[in-house]
């Protein structure tokens, strides 16, 4: 069993940056694809962004394309989410994912990740 702790999250002035990571430990995350999640109070969790396996292929959701980067290190077991330009309404807790499949094609959607981390709470102030 894998087990994802996210950390890198807290409170940050619109327009500022922040780094989340997310380590894997128990099992290696380098076979699968990975994903960031998040959920504000009273909406749903919302994919953010999605690497595959090998990091040679990313996906974002619109509403962070172009100011949100994913990366990974797999010899670290480590996934990276890199926040520019931040802005109020990306405060949500962040969350990490594996997906179910190791080898899969990236999938963006919640129930295509079967582990999870805790979060981690990014909070924009205006």
């Not at 430990?25 to 694809?33: C, E, L, N, Q």
Request: net charge positive; hydrophobic share 35%.
């Amino acid at each position: 069993q894998v087990q994802l702790v996210e950390s890198g999250g807290g409170l940050v002035q619109a327009g500022g940056s922040l780094r989340l990571f997310c380590a894997a430990s128990g099992r290696t995350i380098s076979t699968y694809g990975m994903g960031w999640f998040r959920q504000a109070p009273g909406k749903e969790r919302e994919f953010v962004a999605a690497i595959n396996w090998s990091g040679g292929s990313t996906a974002y959701a619109d509403s962070v394309k172009g100011r949100f980067t994913i990366s990974r290190d797999n010899a670290k077991n480590t996934v990276y989410l890199q926040m520019n330009s931040l802005k109020p309404e990306d405060t949500a807790v962040y969350y990490c994912a594996r997906h179910y499949t190791p080898f899969a094609q990236i999938r963006l959607g919640v129930t295509d990740f079967g582990s999870w981390g805790r979060g981690t709470q990014v909070t924009v102030s205006s």
